[in-house]
Nanobody, 119 residues
Framework: QVQLVESGGGLVQPGGSLRLSCVASGFTFPYYHMSWYRQAPGKERELVANIRTAGGITNYADSVKGRFTISRDNAKNTVYLQMNSLKPEDTAVYYC????????????WGQGTQVTVSS
């Protein structure tokens, strides 16, 4: 049974930090590119960051460059998103996603974790 379980969301003040985690099970984690997406109320889901299988190549949305860092631990089947200098516009449900490095149709999603940035 495939599972992606996100955690680490919550309420934080502007300028604060959070670290999201996504633990994967039921598939061969090292063979999958991993991504974080987010969806704010009334908006479409958008890519926040992704990381290739071996972890050497990362990509970020312009809105989070310099503030967010994606990383992965293939030994723990876990991908992380370190979020610093948070802004109210970062408020959204954050989703973890996995895509097989060869078969793009082989993809999985987590249930999401809420991040709220507010004073």
């Amino acid at each position: 049974q495939v599972q992606l379980v996100e955690s680490g969301g919550g309420l934080v003040q502007p300028g604060g930090s959070l670290r999201l985690s996504c633990v994967a099970s039921g598939f061969t984690f090292p063979y999958y590119h991993m991504s974080w997406y987010r969806q704010a109320p009334g908006k479409e889901r958008e890519l926040v960051a992704n990381i290739r299988t071996a972890g050497g190549i990362t990509n970020y949305a312009d809105s989070v460059k310099g503030r967010f860092t994606i990383s992965r631990d293939n030994a723990k089947n876990t991908v992380y998103l370190q979020m610093n200098s948070l802004k109210p516009e970062d408020t959204a449900v954050y989703y973890c996603s996995a895509n097989h490095y060869l078969r793009s149709s082989d993809a999985y999603w987590g249930q999401g974790t809420q991040v709220t940035v507010s004073s």
